[in-house]
């Protein structure tokens, strides 16, 4: 079982930058894939990025590319996404979710595959 705990959501200017972080329980997550997804108002949860156990390899949704980062620090149980330049159509409900399954190489960008899920962090983009 891993619990998985985000932070750092929040109220930003559209331009500014925001980083999230994802504290998981359990000594097992170093060796699970994570990713962050997000869900907007009336609209369906969508893929943002996902990161291998080792921080090797890394995927991002097409329109988010150059703009937001995942990195983890397995030392201390943490997943992050930095987010810059930022903009209105950013404002989300951010997830972390943790992939039990995913290899080095195929890490997934379908939330289905994704076990473990924290409860959101709430990222407002004003313009």
């Known amino acids: 079982q891993v619990q998985l705990v985000e932070s750092g959501g929040g109220l930003v200017q559209a331009g500014g930058s925001l980083r999230l972080s994802c504290a998981a329980s359990?000594?097992?997550?170093?060796?699970?894939?994570m990713g962050w997804f997000r869900q907007a108002p009336g609209k369906e949860r969508e893929f943002v990025a996902a990161?291998?156990?080792?921080?090797?390899?890394?995927i991002y949704t097409d329109s988010l590319k150059g703009r937001f980062t995942i990195s983890r620090d397995n030392a201390k149980n943490t997943v992050y996404l930095q987010m810059n330049s930022l903009r209105p159509e950013d404002t989300a409900v951010y997830y972390c979710?943790?992939?039990?399954?995913?290899?080095?190489?195929?890490?997934?960008?379908?939330?289905?595959?994704?076990?473990?899920w924290g409860q959101g962090t709430q990222v407002t983009v004003s313009s």
């Open positions: 990161i291998n156990w080792s921080g090797g390899n890394t």
């Open positions: 359990g000594r097992i997550f170093r060796s699970y894939a």
């Open positions: 979710a943790a992939d039990p399954t995913a290899t080095y190489t195929n890490i997934r960008n379908t939330s289905s595959r994704y076990h473990y």
